[in-house]
């Protein structure tokens, strides 16, 4: 595999997922509610005078996410096959990498530097909340979880990009 590529990828991809992401927080700061500490949220909540409640998933927002899963497995696994991913544990190996470089630079970069240091992503009525929003343990504790998650994503998308390269 050529590191130069995989460590370009992994610029790139990180690049744009923090557009995309700090993009959808300036047009609607509530994009990722779901996303704050408790006491965020519920500040926010109190603060606008709104209730907490879990929006049930349409049929439409399970087709949006089901079609992003399998452009997003499509697109790691060219990302492999591009770095120069040959089997499939070089293919595991790559994916899974793609995925914990990505979850790292979430929270590492986004929900540590700038979520909590810009005033202008914060969730309305909870500007001044300087404190909950540098709670860099909440965001290891929901990234944690994940890795097993990434296992078995990289282990699909391993297939694809065996049986397609």
């Known amino acids: 595999m050529s590191v130069s590529i995989y460590v370009l990828e992994c610029v790139v991809m990180c690049g744009v997922f923090g557009v995309v992401v ?3 927080l300036l047009i609607n700061p509530v994009s990722f509610i779901g996303d704050y500490p408790p006491e965020i949220q519920a500040q926010y909540y109190s603060s606008q005078h709104k209730e907490a409640t879990k929006e049930k998933m349409t049929v439409i927002t399970i087709i949006r996410k089901v ?10 696994a060219w990302m492999a096959h591009q770095a120069g991913a040959e089997t499939f544990l070089d293919g595991l190996l790559a994916v899974y990498g793609y995925l914990l470089v ?32 540098h709670q860099k343990w909440f965001h290891v504790k929901v ?11 990289g282990v699909v998308i391993s297939l694809v990009m065996i049986w397609i390269w």
């Open 67 to 76: 079609v992003a899963i399998i452009a997003f497995l499509f697109l790691f």
């Open 22 to 24: 700090f993009g959808l």
């Open 143 to 153: 990234m944690l979880p994940m890795a097993p998650v990434f296992a078995v994503g």
């Open 102 to 133: 990505l979850a790292a630079f979430d929270t590492c970069f986004l929900d540590w530097v700038l979520f909590a240091n810009i005033r202008r992503v914060r969730l309305p009525g909870t500007e001044h909340m300087d404190r909950e929003y």
